[in-house]
């Protein structure tokens, strides 16, 4: 029986994820229906309206011990230790850089793409592994970013190294459609590796600029660095940023009227001006909450806002709070978790068929086909070499043969 593709869409959209996953092997037809950007749209805008998802990393069984229940949030465990590494995310896509590696995860499909980033760089001497313990620090103290492109649609990935002496090292990109580490212009100022950045309309921002406090932006379609002013409250204080709500958040955390408050500041586009959005009393110096260390080392990031208008709030200690802003009430309501992100359903393809895996099993374990990949890219790299090398050998056979045929034919004259 055939149905007519508009049929089959409004069918489809009823459909739980597992499901539409499951469908996409059916036909070319299913497919292209299930993978297209329309579908992907109308499914968004629908779950948009279902209670609010955040997406962590953990073993669910131990997690769910530490959570209590909430009616308007629903937790989504990624089964795999290495997720709870530091991370970022964008569109509902996972990056995880681990040592040699840069990993994009797509929960939605299970499909993986790995992106071999070569050796780390030596431990900076500016390391602080007494403090760094609470910041989201990458391997090989790599200054992380991921984003969308907004003009070309691509996903990409950003990466910085400095030197001892704070020194620009690397500074790279790549689109995970081409597959290929790209020189990215250096940015105007040294950048710390303690606070992950952002990704926002096709900008990735990155707050932790040294000397001073600054806003760091790059244009991921035209490659361009651009500075962003900060509030002025928010200097001096412990910030961090965020995506809420696809609007560039920035939140500081900071000590007033022996209390823990956060601050949080909204920036509207395009001209990226601030106004404050949340205003929170968190706990009071002395409860159970209390960090006991710099409040500099003390962070809160706003993860996502609930249908009914509620702040979900993660902090330094992999706890995650419910702020109810109409009545300043602060609840804790899942502690020991490893937030990820919200959890957004993507459906669109993820990087080219040949180069993907299936499952964060081969996060732990490189896969054979991407030794094999990794074998022939270091061929690739030498093949210089390896041309000279293999002239040379033939050169060096061929006249070895053509004297042993000489020889050959002197004995065989001789025996006649």
Same mark, same amino acid.
């Given at each position: 029986?055939?149905?007519?593709?508009?049929?089959?869409?409004?069918?489809?959209l009823?459909?739980?994820?597992?499901?539409?996953?499951k469908?996409?092997?059916?036909s070319?037809?299913?497919?292209?229906?299930?993978?297209?950007?329309r579908?992907a749209?109308?499914?968004?805008?629908?779950?948009?309206?279902?209670?609010t998802?955040i997406?962590?990393?953990?073993?669910?069984?131990?997690?769910?011990t530490w959570?209590?229940e909430?009616?308007?949030?629903?937790?989504v465990?990624?089964?795999?230790d290495?997720?709870?590494?530091?991370?970022?995310?964008?569109?509902?896509?996972?990056?995880?850089?681990?040592?040699?590696?840069?990993?994009?995860f797509?929960?939605?499909?299970?499909?993986?793409?790995r992106?071999?980033?070569?050796?780390?760089?030596?431990?900076?001497?500016?390391?602080?592994?007494?403090?760094d313990c609470?910041?989201?620090?990458f391997?090989?103290?790599w200054r992380?970013?991921?984003?969308?492109?907004?003009?070309?649609?691509?996903?990409?990935?950003?990466?910085?190294?400095?030197?001892?002496?704070?020194?620009?090292?690397?500074?790279?990109?790549?689109?995970?459609?081409?597959?290929?580490?790209q020189k990215?212009?250096?940015?105007?100022?040294?950048?710390?590796?303690?606070r992950?950045?952002?990704?926002v309309?096709?900008?990735?921002?990155?707050?932790?600029?040294?000397?001073?406090?600054?806003?760091?932006?790059?244009?991921?379609?035209?490659?361009?660095?651009?500075?962003?002013?900060?509030p002025l409250?928010a200097?001096?204080?412990?910030?961090?940023?965020?995506n809420?709500e696809n609007?560039?958040?920035?939140?500081?955390?900071?000590?007033?009227?022996?209390h823990?408050?956060?601050?949080?500041?909204?920036?509207?586009?395009p001209?990226?001006t601030?106004?404050?959005?949340?205003?929170?009393r968190?706990?009071?110096?002395?409860?159970?909450?209390?960090?006991?260390?710099?409040?500099?080392?003390y962070w809160?990031?706003?993860v &996502?806002v609930?249908?009914?208008?509620?702040?979900f709030v993660?902090?330094?200690?992999k706890?995650?709070?419910?702020?109810?802003?109409?009545?300043?009430?602060?609840?804790?309501? &899942?502690?020991?978790?490893?937030?990820i992100?919200?959890?957004?359903e993507n459906?669109?393809?993820l990087?080219?068929?040949?180069?993907?895996?299936y499952g964060?099993?081969?996060?732990?374990?490189?896969?054979l086909s991407?030794?094999?990949?990794n074998?022939?890219r270091?061929m690739e790299?030498?093949?210089?070499?390896?041309?000279?090398?293999?002239t040379?050998?033939?050169?060096?056979?061929?006249?070895y043969?053509?004297?042993?045929?000489?020889?050959?034919?002197?004995?065989?004259?001789?025996?006649?």
């Amino acid at each position: 029986m055939y149905l007519v593709p508009d049929l089959l869409e409004e069918i489809f959209l009823g459909l739980p994820l597992r499901s539409v996953v499951k469908f996409r092997t059916v036909s070319k037809q299913w497919r292209s229906i299930l993978e297209s950007l329309r579908f992907a749209e109308r499914r968004r805008m629908m779950n948009a309206q279902t209670k609010t998802k955040i997406m962590a990393a953990g073993d669910r069984s131990r997690t769910q011990t530490w959570f209590k229940e909430d009616e308007e949030v629903e937790i989504v465990y990624l089964q795999c230790d290495v997720a709870s590494r530091p991370s970022l995310s964008c569109d509902g896509l996972v990056c995880i850089p681990v040592p040699g590696w840069v990993n994009v995860f797509n929960p939605s499909t299970e499909e993986l793409l790995r992106f071999s980033s070569g050796r780390d760089p030596p431990i900076p001497r500016y390391a602080n592994n007494y403090v760094d313990c609470v910041f989201d620090v990458f391997p090989g103290y790599w200054r992380m970013g991921f984003g969308r492109d907004n003009v070309s649609g691509s996903y990409k990935i950003v990466r910085m190294c400095f030197n001892h002496h704070w020194e620009i090292h690397r500074c790279e990109i790549l689109d995970v459609n081409i597959v290929r580490w790209q020189k990215l212009s250096p940015p105007p100022y040294e950048i710390g590796y303690r606070r992950k950045s952002t990704c926002v309309n096709g900008s990735i921002y990155w707050v932790e600029v040294l000397p001073d406090q600054k806003l760091l932006a790059l244009d991921l379609h035209a490659q361009e660095w651009r500075d962003v002013g900060l509030p002025l409250e928010a200097l001096g204080k412990s910030f961090q940023v965020a995506n809420l709500e696809n609007r560039l958040a920035l939140a500081a955390t900071y000590i007033e009227n022996d209390h823990w408050n956060v601050k949080i500041w909204s920036a509207e586009a395009p001209e990226e001006t601030w106004s404050v959005v949340y205003s929170i009393r968190l706990f009071p110096l002395d409860h159970p909450y209390d960090d006991p260390s710099s409040p500099l080392w003390y962070w809160t990031r706003p993860v &996502a806002v609930s249908k009914k208008g509620n702040l979900f709030v993660q902090d330094s200690y992999k706890r995650l709070f419910k702020c109810y802003p109409e009545t300043g009430e602060v609840r804790l309501i &899942a502690a020991e978790i490893c937030v990820i992100s919200p959890f957004v359903e993507n459906l669109v393809p993820l990087g080219r068929l040949d180069s993907k895996t299936y499952g964060l099993r081969h996060l732990d374990h490189v896969p054979l086909s991407s030794r094999i990949f990794n074998f022939f890219r270091r061929m690739e790299l030498k093949r210089s070499s390896i041309l000279v090398t293999t002239t040379v050998v033939t050169l060096v056979m061929f006249r070895y043969c053509s004297h042993l045929s000489r020889s050959i034919s002197i004995y065989h004259d001789q025996s006649l």
